[in-house]
């Protein structure tokens, strides 16, 4: 198991009494402004920490991932590809959740492992979110870097895995408001494509990390899922899974 160890603190600035700190083990890490931006800055430092840790033993990936039935789904994407919202959607249907940011994928066993935090849902998101989660746009969004609303969602209790599962399917989202929903089948090697462009450091990894992405790609479905609307990605993947 990887622990990643770290306290963190926030304290008024000296040198600004209307602004503040966040420390890591008592070093000063950022001054921070104005209060509603706390929150997100300790949630961006605590995932800091996190990969930090588990990068040294596993290939980390900027992804949403998922589990349904034993089977664990990648879904590799730049930010603003609506990510997030899909896994909250996702997780509001009974699938299990993994990530919405940081996919933890074993070199070793090919396995997806759950990366544990709340999500952050942009103003986009939640409007999109507000039939399946009604009291999350009511929710105190805060400022992620100072400037964008977010708002954390505490995945369901009953959405955390039992451990670790198989990677079976990669689907690559992006949201296009106003365009059909698509899910359209592509090769794997376009699929390893998307994952190792969103892999962190991989590299540092060697030629073995490499190849073991390879390996399990190999073993995969891969598609990619144009999202026009939530409600019918939806109902694409769960077709897909249950199939």
């Not at 590809?81 to 996919?103: I, M, N, P, R, W």
């Not at 892999?199 to 990390?209: F, K, V």
């Amino acid at each position: 198991m990887v622990q990643a160890r770290a306290t963190f603190a926030i304290r008024r600035n000296p040198q600004s009494p209307s602004g503040y700190q966040l420390l890591r083990d008592g070093i000063p890490l950022d001054d921070i402004r104005p209060p509603q931006a706390l929150l997100a800055a300790l949630d961006t430092a605590i995932t800091a920490a996190a990969v930090m840790a588990l990068d040294r033993h596993y290939i980390l990936v900027h992804a949403g991932a998922v589990a349904y039935a034993d089977q664990g789904v990648l879904l590799p994407a730049p930010a603003g590809h609506g990510k997030s919202t899909l896994v909250a959607g996702l997780l509001a249907a009974g699938f299990q959740y993994l990530s919405d940011e940081v996919a933890v994928f074993d070199p070793h066993t090919h396995h997806l492992l759950p990366f544990a935090k709340s999500l952050a849902i942009k103003h986009g998101g939640a409007a999109a979110l507000a039939e399946l989660y009604p009291g999350l746009a009511s929710g105190v969004p805060r400022l992620h870097d100072g400037r964008e609303e977010v708002w954390y969602l505490p995945p369901p209790t009953r959405a955390w895995p039992a451990g670790p599962v198989p990677l079976r399917y990669v689907i690559q989202p992006e949201y296009a408001p106003a365009t059909p929903t698509r899910l359209v089948s592509m090769r794997r090697t376009d699929g390893l494509a998307g994952v190792v462009q969103q892999a962190c450091r991989l590299p540092a990894h060697g030629a073995a990390g490499f190849g073991s992405l390879v390996a399990a790609v190999r073993e995969t479905e891969c598609y990619a899922l144009t999202v026009g609307e939530l409600g019918s990605a939806i109902d694409h993947l769960l077709r897909l899974l249950d199939g």
